[in-house]
């Protein structure tokens, strides 16, 4: 009943200000009227409507009043300051401000506000923030979820009217680093821009990105911040160290190589980038010094784990960089944030990957046929103790769920992670809380299914064809509308109590 009251208090009081209108116009005709013709009886019975119709106008627009005041007033006792600034900063503001991965900010009371309902139904379907991962299977650091008290008390307050409360009662909002997920950087550089060409295509390219330092240095990470976030697929890079005496300029070659080429062409173009020794020698390498997939954020690890050397001169190898498709040009300038270390690294880390272009292959085939759902497997045995440290599922638009464990010698199982629902946008890389040990001679198994029907809302083929995953050159294997299934794992040997050691950053 409230509400209905609520929805007609518009038309309420316009009814009872045309009748206040209506009463002061004509009780100025009255009393001229009254003037002229004193003797008329009628002027007491025309006065005495009016001023009834007086009262009724001003009783309506008290109850009114009363009635807009009732629904304005929050109908609930959780405050923002006090109740859902904790949950917002927690979950929200570390991609919801300035500088952050979300076309929004929500570091402000103003901010939520304005987005309160939005807010409202992506939380209550589970759709913010974004977490893929099964938390029942397993856990990792920076998990972002709301508990069915924090869904509650969000819902609760948005629909009591979302109050601000007490300001004294505010807590301080998280420090952020500006342009970075992980802390200032001690340098950071750009690749050249990237003019995206609006032709509703995916885009492949190589770019290249020159450093020259003073001297040699010890890098314990590297963050890759697309200019285009919303449209950069995926960035996987490589470090390039030469030594002085085996590259004089290392910026002689292309900075750029479009990868929708011929064959030949490429590899013409290829060799313009000019990265080989000047005696045709290669230069040493640092595989996946720096990666980037949608929701990934940089990881870095405690001072004594992972980093590298970045010589004098190197040069950072983009190969590549994958823009979706768009209707219109736009430009990218992508930057790459370099933390650096005083101390040399103790345990470099090490990379396997499985799956599509990887160690182990997919069973059966990744082939897709139209109309159907296929499950597809591939598995890796460990010849060594090793102890785990992050890793990344991967697939498409057709990817429907991703499961991988490991089965040891004695038969253990060990939980690596679950997607019962898998969301091509949000593919992080998963870092658990403390190093997972794998004994030798253990499988890791991985399970994954596709769903190339009508059913799957992000099928890119309507009417579904066939899809299978390419491996030939020029990127094709990586186009959006083909399908992969990779999982990739970075690992260290195993050293006696790793597994008690936090991966935390200090």
Not at 43 to 65: D, G, N, P, W
Request: one cysteine or more; proline letters at 7%.
């Amino acid at each position: 009943m409230l509400l209905y009251i609520q929805n007609q208090l518009p038309c309420i009081l316009k009814n009872a200000a045309i009748k206040l209108s209506s009463f002061l116009f004509l009780s100025k005709y009255n009393f001229v009227k009254r003037l002229i013709h004193q003797s008329d009886s009628r002027i007491i019975q025309k006065c005495y409507i009016r001023h009834t119709e007086m009262k009724e106008a001003i009783f309506i627009v008290l109850a009114a009043s009363m009635l807009w005041l009732a629904a304005c007033t929050p109908q609930t006792d959780l405050t923002y300051t006090q109740d859902i600034a904790p949950i917002i900063y927690q979950n929200c503001t570390p991609c919801h401000r300035s500088g952050g991965a979300a076309p929004f900010s929500l570091t402000e009371y103003q901010h939520v506000f304005r987005k309160k309902k939005t807010i409202l139904a992506v939380t209550q379907r589970g759709l913010m923030p974004p977490w893929p991962a099964d938390r029942n299977y397993s856990h990792f650091l920076g998990e972002r979820y709301l508990s069915d008290s924090d869904k509650d008390k969000l819902k609760r307050w948005i629909e009591g009217g979302a109050p601000e409360g007490d300001l004294s009662l505010l807590p301080s909002l998280p420090s952020y680093p500006e342009f970075s997920s992980i802390g200032k950087p001690d340098t950071t550089l750009w690749f050249d821009s990237i003019l995206i060409k609006g032709n509703s295509r995916d885009k492949f390219y190589i770019a290249t990105l020159p450093i020259e330092l003073s001297k040699d240095k010890f890098v314990r990470a590297m963050e890759f911040l697309p200019n285009q976030n919303n449209l950069v697929h995926h960035m996987n890079g490589r470090l390039l160290n030469y030594d002085e005496d085996k590259k004089a300029n290392i910026k002689s070659g292309k900075r750029l190589l479009n990868l929708e080429t011929d064959e030949d062409d490429y590899l013409q173009q290829f060799n313009a980038l000019n990265l080989a020794n000047d005696d045709g020698s290669r230069p040493s390498q640092i595989n996946s010094a720096v990666n980037y997939l949608p929701g990934v954020q940089a990881q870095l690890y405690p001072e004594e784990i992972g980093g590298f050397t970045m010589h004098k001169k190197s040069i950072l190898l983009a190969d590549d960089i994958h823009f979706g498709p768009i209707p219109q040009d736009k430009w990218d300038h992508s930057r790459v944030n370099i933390f650096f270390s005083k101390t040399p690294p103790k345990r470099p880390i090490n990379e396997v990957m499985m799956g599509t272009n990887g160690a182990s292959k997919i069973i059966p085939p990744l082939i897709i046929p139209a109309n159907e759902i296929t499950t597809h497997t591939t598995f890796l045995k460990i010849p060594q103790d090793i102890s785990i440290l992050t890793i990344n599922p991967h697939m498409h638009l057709l990817g429907k769920s991703f499961k991988a464990y490991a089965i040891t010698p004695n038969q253990d199982t060990i939980r690596l992670i679950s997607i019962p629902k898998w969301d091509f946008r949000w593919q992080y890389f998963y870092t658990f809380p403390k190093m997972l040990k794998i004994p030798a001679q253990s499988v890791i198994y991985v399970k994954a299914t596709f769903d190339n029907t009508t059913h799957n809302y992000n099928n890119p083929n309507n009417p579904p064809k066939e899809i299978r995953e390419r491996l030939d050159n020029g990127g094709a294997g990586m186009r959006t509308t083909d399908e992969m299934l990779q999982f990739i794992i970075t690992w260290l040997p195993y050293q006696m109590d790793d597994e008690n050691l936090s991966l935390e950053a200090k």
